[in-house]
């Protein structure tokens, strides 16, 4: 596997900005992490009252909330076979879709260390030949080399930071796509009827959410010169596939 050689590593999360980066990104970059490490942990969220008697939180413990959340991207962009795929911000979805099916290799990137931790243990033991392992580091560091990929996948997560975080991410992303390939994510939209109730729910569990306008984030997309091919609206979130020109 390919990389840059200057990654994170366990116990270093300190070392995910350099040095004038902004302390800011650094505490959300905490939160989103230890939310996530809890989530795959099976360990329960400390929720207000209020919280635990709406409507969206029930949906939650029930588990038709999920479906609501997910993005599926294979459908505006389904991997090929013997393409080089990236998932940053993966979680375990090597053990969920149907990644054998496609027959595409897996590269994974992810914040959280608890799903780095039963990705890495469980992927090889599914397919050794397409699993390639996940890397412990964060959206805005992708510790590969440039062109390495066909396609690159981030959806779940572009909430929970600004769109001038986003603004590197995407950056970041054009590094390592190869010319012509795919870039699809995903974004909370703010006109959603759940999503102020969605808002609130992960801000007791994550952090601040941030509700950014749909017209912000493609005019971010546009200056990144990020093209929309295809976009999909599903309940909470909005999903682009893009291609850099």
């Known amino acids: 596997m390919s990389k840059k050689s200057d990654r994170p590593v366990a116990g270093q999360e300190q070392t995910w900005f ?21 989530e795959y942990r099976g360990e329960a969220f400390a929720l207000p009252e209020e919280v635990e008697s709406m409507p969206i939180f029930l949906e939650s413990v029930a588990g038709t909330l999920q479906a609501k959340t997910v993005s599926p991207f294979w459908k505006i962009a389904k991997p090929q076979k013997n393409q080089r795929c990236l998932d940053i911000g993966c979680g375990v ?4 879709y149907p990644w054998r099916d496609w027959e595409a290799y897996f590269y994974g990137q992810e914040i959280s260390s608890a799903a780095r931790d039963a990705l890495n243990a469980r992927g090889p033991q599914l397919n050794s030949k397409l699993f390639k392992g996940v890397e412990w580091a964060p959206a805005h560091q992708l510790n590969y080399e440039e062109a390495q990929f066909d396609l690159c996948l981030a959806t779940g997560f572009s909430c929970y930071y600004p769109i001038d975080y986003w603004n590197i991410v995407m950056g970041e992303v054009k ?24 808002a609130i729910l992960e801000t007791y569990r994550a952090g601040e959410v941030f509700l950014e306008t749909i017209e912000d984030w493609e ?16 309940d909470l979130f909005q999903m682009y596939k893009v291609q850099y020109i």
Not at 18 to 38: E, H, I, M, Y
Not at 185 to 197: I, K, R
Not at 219 to 234: D, E, F, I, R, T
Request: hydrophobic share 45%.
């Open 219 to 234: 005019k971010m997309m546009k200056a990144a010169g990020a093209k929309v091919v295809k976009k999909q609206s599903g």
């Open 18 to 38: 350099a040095k004038g980066k902004s302390d800011s990104w650094q505490v959300l970059l905490s939160q989103v992490a230890s939310r996530f490490d809890r």
């Open 175 to 198: 590094r390592v796509l190869k010319p012509g390939g795919h870039f699809v994510f995903d974004v909370l939209n703010p006109n959603s009827p759940l999503a102020e109730d969605w």
């Open 93 to 96: 979805s090597f053990l969920i």
